[in-house]
């Protein structure tokens, strides 16, 4: 297990070198998408308008964070739940989109997309949103502000902690770590 | 004759808002102690550094400006009303409603009701869904349950078949909250629901994440099976996270009610690792 600083936008060179069960901490922009501005988002892709922001060597982030206290950016900021950009991310990931950011397992079509546009699925700590949300140094809604926590918004994150749960080989962080951990509470706890 | 007693539904207004906002930002206490156990016990590294990131979370959000978890969750509320109690000056939901809407805005806490099809927000986290029970006594107990869709969305019931007994319920629970896996953010605590009907196997499986951590049932023969599972559960690798480790659940809890002679109604509810709930009597 390697640890990297990265700072986006991410290039094929950064991917290449990361494997599933690194930990990376990332710093620089991250944009901000759930469902809804996915759907928002692939609808204008359908009607061949440009998306709100430039896709290429960028990272989403697959949140809907809590409201900002005044003098604050942004409330409390942990990853959402990442299967449900099942059908949207290998469209971004062949346009140029380098990474993504959520919990629990993406399909398989999206491991397939990694390793052939070499992208990463990065899993984040569920639950540890005051963390991340404290790490946040700017936030401002780029797009769709109508659908409120679930606006596309454009962050500055500095050394957000991060694993690497599909690298660009097809790789599995989840599968890996099961198989290495299973059956070892009895014999060990 | 018993006496009535008079509540005034403001008391309950207010009681809710304390409630709400006192969940969003602080860890149960038994919650906290479960994961120091966790912990102690944990042989993986990053499974370590999870939990390591979990309680520094739980520091940052007692400060009170940033909650536990972004998903502040639905307004859950197991209400029991003693019989001899008279609700008074108004609504009694009406005011569940307002205490709710007042600490999910007074609190920067994200709202979450949304239209189910056209996934329009309603901005003030309203209704909340309230259980209600009536009980002896003239004592209002409220236990409020911020419930966030990550971990609901792994819940279920099952009809199961009476055939099935024991040994397929523990099978049916263990296998499901191991194919959960990381979703609804390990460790987690386990409910379960066995009997009743269709929808009370469900309340009971809610119900049941809300006992204090690691509790066994009374009942010998439910605690067998909690112990059980608990085992299974952990020996699966998940770990906190889904990162690999033996904290996968900090405990299982079941509730079970007598069900029909054609039926065994299943219900499995996940709480999450932050599990927010808090309570008062009235
Ligand atoms: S499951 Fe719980 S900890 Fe995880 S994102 Fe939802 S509310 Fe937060």
């Known amino acids: 297990m390697a640890e990297y600083k990265l700072t986006t936008p991410l290039t094929d060179d950064d991917i290449i070198k990361l494997k599933a069960g690194d930990m990376v901490y990332l710093s620089g922009v991250v944009y901000t998408a759930r469902d809804a501005a996915h759907m928002r988002m692939i609808k204008a892709l359908d009607e061949g308008k440009e998306l709100p922001f430039d896709i290429k060597g960028q990272v989403i982030y697959y949140v809907g964070p809590s409201p900002a206290r005044p003098g604050r950016p942004i409330g409390s900021a942990g990853p959402t739940t990442a299967y449900r950009m099942n059908p949207f991310a290998p469209r971004l990931i062949a346009l140029g989109q380098k990474g993504m950011i959520g919990k629990g397992k993406m399909s398989d079509e999206v491991k397939q997309a990694c390793m052939k546009y070499k992208a990463c699925y990065f899993a984040s700590i569920g639950g540890a949103a005051a963390v991340v949300g404290s790490a946040v140094k700017e936030a401002e809604i780029i797009a769709y502000p109508e659908l409120g926590p679930e606006a596309v918004r454009r962050l500055v994150v500095e050394d957000m902690p991060l694993f690497v749960c599909y690298d660009s080989y097809g790789n599995d962080l989840y599968e890996m770590a099961k198989k290495e951990w299973a059956g070892k509470f009895t014999t060990t706890a | 004759?018993?006496?009535?007693?008079?509540?005034?539904?403001?008391?309950?207004?207010?009681?809710?808002?304390?409630?709400?906002?006192?969940?969003?930002?602080?860890?149960?206490?038994?919650?906290?102690?479960?994961?120091?156990?966790?912990?102690?016990?944990?042989?993986?590294?990053?499974?370590?550094?999870?939990?390591?990131?979990?309680?520094?979370?739980?520091?940052?959000?007692?400060?009170?400006?940033?909650?536990?978890?972004?998903?502040?969750?639905?307004?859950?509320?197991?209400?029991?009303?003693?019989?001899?109690?008279?609700?008074?000056?108004?609504?009694?939901?009406?005011?569940?409603?307002?205490?709710?809407?007042?600490?999910?805005?007074?609190?920067?806490?994200?709202?979450?009701?949304?239209?189910?099809?056209?996934?329009?927000?309603?901005?003030?986290?309203?209704?909340?869904?309230?259980?209600?029970?009536?009980?002896?006594?003239?004592?209002?107990?409220?236990?409020?349950?911020?419930?966030?869709?990550?971990?609901?969305?792994?819940?279920?019931?099952?009809?199961?078949?009476?055939?099935?007994?024991?040994?397929?319920?523990?099978?049916?629970?263990?296998?499901?909250?191991?194919?959960?896996?990381?979703?609804?953010?390990?460790?987690?605590?386990?409910?379960?629901?066995?009997?009743?009907?269709?929808?009370?196997?469900?309340?009971?499986?809610?119900?049941?994440?809300?006992?204090?951590?690691?509790?066994?049932?009374?009942?010998?023969?439910?605690?067998?099976?909690?112990?059980?599972?608990?085992?299974?559960?952990?020996?699966?690798?998940?770990?906190?996270?889904?990162?690999?480790?033996?904290?996968?659940?900090?405990?299982?809890?079941?509730?079970?009610?007598?069900?029909?002679?054609a039926t065994l109604p299943l219900g499995i509810n996940i709480a999450c690792h932050v599990n927010r709930h808090k309570e008062i009597v009235l």
């Not at chain 2, 009170?64 to 008279?86: R, S």
């Not at chain 2, 209704?127 to 002896?136: D, K, S």
């Not at chain 2, 998940?238 to 079941?254: M, Q, R």
Request: charged share 25%; hydrophobic share 40%.
């Open chain 2, 1 to 261: 004759m018993a006496q009535v007693r008079d509540v005034g539904v403001k008391d309950v207004e207010e009681a809710i808002y304390k409630l709400a906002l006192d969940a969003a930002y602080h860890i149960p206490e038994d919650v906290l102690e479960a994961e120091k156990k966790a912990y102690e016990r944990e042989k993986s590294p990053v499974a370590k550094k999870v939990l390591e990131t979990i309680f520094k979370n739980i520091e940052v959000s007692a400060q009170g400006e940033f909650p536990l978890c972004q998903d502040t969750g639905l307004a859950v509320i197991f209400l029991e009303v003693g019989q001899d109690v008279h609700f008074t000056d108004g609504y009694l939901v009406d005011a569940i409603n307002r205490g709710v809407e007042r600490a999910y805005k007074d609190g920067y806490l994200r709202k979450s009701t949304c239209h189910p099809l056209t996934r329009e927000n309603y901005g003030n986290n309203l209704p909340a869904i309230v259980h209600t029970f009536v009980v002896p006594g003239d004592k209002v107990k409220i236990i409020f349950d911020a419930k966030g869709g990550g971990s609901e969305s792994m819940s279920k019931v099952q009809m199961m078949k009476p055939a099935d007994g024991r040994d397929g319920i523990v099978k049916t629970v263990v296998d499901w909250v191991i194919q959960a896996g990381p979703n609804p953010c390990p460790p987690v605590i386990v409910g379960v629901g066995i009997g009743g009907d269709f929808e009370r196997a469900a309340v009971m499986a809610k119900h049941a994440t809300l006992r204090k951590v690691g509790e066994p049932s009374p009942d010998p023969v439910l605690a067998d099976m909690e112990r059980e599972i608990y085992e299974k559960v952990n020996n699966s690798g998940v770990g906190p996270a889904g990162l690999g480790g033996l904290t996968t659940c900090l405990g299982v809890h079941i509730e079970m009610e007598p069900c029909h002679i």
